[in-house]
C-alpha cells in the first residue's frame, strides 16, 4: 500500500499562487495513477486533477483547467500540484490520493488517501 504526505498549503490572496506536494512512500508508486482531491466543510469531496503512472494524461476539473498543473516525478515519488490564479472558491482542504490502474475522477476510485493539506485564499 501507498503511503501519501501532502504539504504546501496555506493561507494566499485571490490572484495568488501555491503549490501542493505529495510524497509517497512504497513499492507500488509507480505502477499508480494519481490524482487531487478537495473538500470544504459540509459539501462532498470533489475531483480536481488527475495523472496516468507515467505523466503521459491528465485530466482537470472545468473549474481548475487553465489555472492548476499536475506532474509527477516518479524516480522522487512525488506529485504536485501548481495552482495559479487562485479565487477564494479553491479555499478546500486538498488530498492526494492514489489507485492501480488508470486515471479516473470519482473519489471512490481511489484506494489510498493523504492527510490533507488546508488552501485558504482570501478575498
Known amino acids: 500500500q501507498v503511503q501519501l504526505v501532502e504539504s504546501g498549503g496555506g493561507l494566499v490572496q485571490s490572484g495568488g499562487s501555491l503549490r501542493l506536494s505529495c510524497a509517497a512512500s512504497?513499492?507500488?508508486?509507480?505502477?499508480?495513477?494519481m490524482g487531487w482531491f478537495r473538500q470544504a466543510p459540509g459539501k462532498e469531496r470533489n475531483f480536481v486533477a488527475a495523472?496516468?503512472?507515467?505523466?503521459?494524461?491528465?485530466y482537470y476539473a472545468d473549474s481548475v483547467k487553465g489555472r492548476f498543473t499536475i506532474s509527477r516525478d516518479n524516480a522522487k515519488n512525488t506529485v504536485h500540484l501548481q495552482m495559479n490564479s487562485l479565487k477564494p472558491e479553491d479555499t478546500a482542504v486538498y488530498y492526494c490520493?492514489?489507485?492501480?490502474?488508470?486515471?479516473?475522477?470519482?473519489?471512490?476510485?481511489?484506494?489510498?488517501w493523504g492527510q490533507g493539506t488546508q488552501v485558504t485564499v482570501s478575498s
Open positions: 490520493a492514489a489507485r492501480r490502474g488508470g486515471l479516473r475522477t470519482q473519489p471512490y476510485e481511489y484506494n489510498n
Open positions: 512504497g513499492r507500488t508508486f509507480s505502477n499508480s495513477a
Open positions: 495523472i496516468n503512472w507515467n505523466g503521459g494524461s491528465t
